[in-house]
């Protein structure tokens, strides 16, 4: 009966699967999607390769999920550690540097914390918390999430502690933790890209940017075809070569909102600053 | 107030527009859905016909299952079809997770239980009425199946509704197995969710608007037809 009927959806759907144009699945993250970088740099390399790119947008930890089962070709996210674990365990080949931006701190008109203007996100999180002032946090094992929680160690503050209080962890991409954040007057951590991008910011407002552990790197790899033998391993490596390319790189560099660039490529650095 | 306005204002103006990646977005979630209700009526209106007339023992649980089944979360219905259709699930092989085929499963899994008893439901009510007519003909309750199906086909209709009304306005199941890919696996629902992530709420409520006016044509459709029926039965 399964089989009929899965038959039948394949009849009624117009794109006949076999004659289908070569693609190749991405699975990335809400930031680079949302941010409309893949909107602008996709269709270049789809000129210039015949290659359609299909972007699976999730949080880093979804998304290497995603890859680990075999349901994407390549995946493109920003949490090194979790990438690096994600190549050791053979689930990718090779990683590679893509391009940086950066994370900043957000937080209501008020500033309760009292931390606007501040360099050291260290600090200001400490403040966060001694005058538990609400924090909505990502809380799904995103890339986001992963640099938040560094970075709150880093502090020497355990955020569990205001569980149920300041502490609000929303289990939801970066979106509605800032449309979280902007109704409940909170801080927020969210890389600039969906910052610059976002709409509903009510009274909400950059108030921590510029330290250097606010840096954000992304990694591109392929997804290991050995475990997977239906990867598309061509057409994904051509995508991971052109998007660490000059060309690639460049069209990286060329996306702005408002004349505000959002990612920095650094493929061609070994080991970037962070 | 002012979002509302300017909701209101570019759902009139995106349509107006004839925006190609909205038509594209709006006649997939079509596909999808109808594609959907089709399949789950093939499955779920003879079998909850079946229902109405059978009696074997064990039918209480089912039906009492059937009824249970209309509430399943659209998210655990994606996330069951997402592992079954995985690379790494039993149906890999088959590489239909991220397609608008994986959708189409998904929302017909949603929606067969829904047809099914409503559709018992309906026939129930028939069966009482026709039992002993059919059976003086000789007819088992199996061979009355169609003949109550054909009878009741304008009841038929609203439980079709219902179902379409499912299909169309669930997000949890199609963001899974479609995986919301722009021009290829993006529909009004999941559309709506990524404008909300993005804090374009105007733009996100606007494309709520147009889904509704579809859906509203589609019904309005269906009430012609159902009408017309009426008058020439």
Same mark, same amino acid.
């Given at each position: 009966m399964l089989r009929r009927l899965l038959l039948l959806a394949l009849l009624a759907s117009p794109l006949p699967l076999a004659a289908q144009d070569r693609h190749i699945t991405v699975a990335s993250t809400t930031s680079t999607e949302q941010s409309g970088l893949f909107g602008h740099i996709l269709p270049i390399f789809t000129r210039e390769t015949g290659i359609t790119v299909r972007v699976v947008a999730l949080g880093t930890g979804q998304a290497l999920d995603v890859g680990r089962r075999g349901d994407a070709d390549v995946v493109f996210v920003h949490d090194r550690v979790a990438e690096q674990r994600f190549v050791t365990e053979g689930h990718g080949l090779a990683r590679q540097h893509v391009m940086f931006n950066d994370f900043v701190i957000v937080g209501p008109e008020g500033d309760p914390a009292g931390i606007?203007?501040?360099?050291?996100t260290a600090a200001a999180l400490k403040r966060i918390a001694e005058a538990n002032a609400p924090f909505i946090s990502r809380?799904? %094992?995103s890339g986001t999430h992963a640099a938040e929680l560094r970075l709150w160690q880093q502090a020497g503050v355990?955020? #569990?502690?205001?569980?149920?209080?300041w502490y609000r962890e929303i289990g939801q991409g970066m979106g509605p933790t800032l449309n979280t954040a902007a109704a409940q007057g909170a801080y927020a951590l969210t890389d600039r890209g969906t910052w610059l991008s976002f709409? !509903? %910011?009510?009274?909400l407002g950059i108030?921590?940017?510029?330290? #250097?552990?606010l840096f954000n790197q992304y990694g591109v790899m392929l997804v290991n075809p050995q475990r997977h033998?239906?990867?598309k391993q061509a057409e994904g490596q051509r995508f991971i070569d052109w998007i660490t390319s000059p060309a690639g790189q460049a069209a990286i560099a060329g996306y702005k909102i408002n004349g505000e660039q959002l990612f920095f490529p650094n #493929?061609?650095?070994?080991e970037p600053g962070g | 107030m002012n979002d509302l306005h300017s909701a209101v204002a570019q759902a009139i103006s995106l349509v107006a527009a004839a925006d190609p990646t909205l038509a594209q977005i709006v006649l997939l979630s079509l596909r999808v859905s109808l594609t959907a209700v089709l399949l789950a009526a093939l499955v779920g209106l003879p079998l909850g016909a079946l229902l109405a007339v059978a009696r074997f023992p064990g039918r209480g649980a089912v039906v009492a299952m059937l009824n249970a089944l209309m509430g399943l979360p659209p998210v655990v219905a994606g996330l069951l079809i997402y592992l079954l259709l995985s690379? #790494?699930?039993?149906?890999?092989?088959?590489?239909?997770?991220?397609?608008p085929t994986a959708m189409i499963i998904a929302q017909a899994v949603l929606v067969a239980p829904i047809l099914a008893a409503l559709t018992r439901q309906v026939m129930e009510g028939l069966w009482e009425e026709y039992a002993e007519q059919l059976r003086s003909f000789g007819a088992s309750p199996a061979r009355a199946v169609p003949t109550l199906l054909w009878d009741g086909r304008f009841a038929l209709l609203t439980v079709l509704l219902a179902g379409f009304g499912r299909a169309s306005a669930e997000v949890g199941a199609v963001m899974i197995?479609?995986? !919301?890919?722009?021009?290829?696996?993006?529909v009004m629902t999941t559309a709506i969710a990524l404008e909300t992530s993005k804090g374009d709420l105007p733009l996100a409520l606007a494309l709520g608007l147009v889904l509704m006016t579809i859906v509203l044509a589609v019904n309005a459709l269906a009430q012609g037809l159902r009408d017309r029926g009426l008058r020439l039965a």
């Open positions: 606007t203007g501040s360099r050291d809380g799904d %094992r355990d955020p #569990a502690t205001g569980r149920g209080g709409r !509903n %910011r009510q009274g108030v921590v940017e510029g330290d #250097a552990r033998p239906h990867v #493929a061609a650095q070994a | 690379r #790494a699930g039993p149906l890999g092989a088959l590489g239909l997770l991220f397609t197995v479609g995986g !919301n890919i722009e021009g290829f696996t993006r």
